[in-house]
């Protein structure tokens, strides 16, 4: 899996899909490492990309292995926000 990932392209995601997808919640504004993602986005940083495992895993289609608090950072400027991911699929058997 994590050579798939080393070579998987970044692709943009609105933050309200990864979220719904994986069947998270959004953490709060205050969560620590939320407050820091949103700080760094507002000085202009750009955030490295959510790593990402598609797929039907414990009844879950979407796994974020990576990333977690910069989804819902990204959320928290917009819904609509694009997030930079980079995903492989267990349907691939790339992460097998």
């Known amino acids: 899996m994590v050579a798939a990932l080393a070579v ?4 943009f ?3 309200k899909d990864l979220l719904r997808a994986s069947r998270l919640s959004l953490l709060p504004v205050d969560d620590p490492c ?4 949103l700080k ?3 000085k ?10 598609r797929g039907n895993l414990l009844g ?4 974020i292995l990576d990333g977690y608090h910069r989804v819902c950072a990204s959320s928290h400027l917009s ?11 267990l349907d691939d058997g790339a992460a097998l």
């Open 40 to 42: 760094r986005i507002r």
């Open 79 to 89: 819904d609509d926000t694009p997030v930079s991911a980079q995903i492989v699929s």
């Open 13 to 15: 995601h609105p933050a």
């Open 34 to 37: 939320v407050a820091k993602d």
């Open 8 to 11: 998987a392209p970044i692709v």
């Open 60 to 63: 879950v289609p979407l796994q």
């Open 44 to 53: 202009g940083i750009e955030l490295s990309p959510v790593l990402l495992l």
